[in-house]
């Protein structure tokens, strides 16, 4: 565990604005595909949406986790 909070504080310490805010809206993407309830009609759509978004956030984002880490 301190090892992931080091990394995390080594990552913290590259960051700017924006990967804070691709962080949030990953974590928000993480959080409807989570507690998505919809009709079967429009779940296709919204899943599709959430997902593109969630990937669209984190892999940049872990990528640059690898890179400041060197992992």
Do not use: Q
Not at 29 to 40: E, H, I, T
Not at 41 to 55: I, P, Q, R, S, Y
């Amino acid at each position: 565990m301190k090892k992931l909070i080091r990394y995390t504080n080594r990552f913290m310490r590259h960051a700017d604005w924006k990967d804070l805010v691709m962080i949030m809206l990953c974590a928000c993407a993480a959080g409807v595909m989570w507690g998505l309830a919809l009709p079967k009609k429009l779940h296709k759509a919204a899943v599709f949406t959430v997902t593109a978004l969630f990937t669209a956030t984190y892999l940049p984002e872990i990528m640059k986790f690898f890179k400041v880490n060197r992992l």
